[in-house]
């Protein structure tokens, strides 16, 4: 996939492209959450196919016409994550 992108997205329809992004998107931001222990994520397998459906569930709510794309995304994701993952302090994790 990274050869596609890297030579524009030659090949890859413009729906996987945009799903792409807010799969990458949320997985930095759950990256960042977890090392700054906002989130805990036990199940590597589990976060994955939840960013994808989240991925998916953002692509249909955004509309770029009236929204800025990484505000919507900042939202959404942190709602998402921290609403899923959220530490417990009390826990230790």
Known sequence: MLF???EGGAG???RTKLLCENVFELSAMAEELQIIGS???E???ELFYLVLDWAEEFEKQFDP???DY???M???GRRKLL???QADPQLGR
């Open 83 to 85: 609403g899923t993952y």
């Open 65 to 67: 016409e009236t929204q």
């Open 74 to 76: 900042e939202s959404f």
């Open 43 to 45: 199940d590597s397998r």
């Open 39 to 41: 989130i805990t994520v």
């Open 4 to 6: 596609l992108f890297s």
């Open 70 to 72: 990484l505000t919507e």
């Open 12 to 14: 890859v329809d413009q």
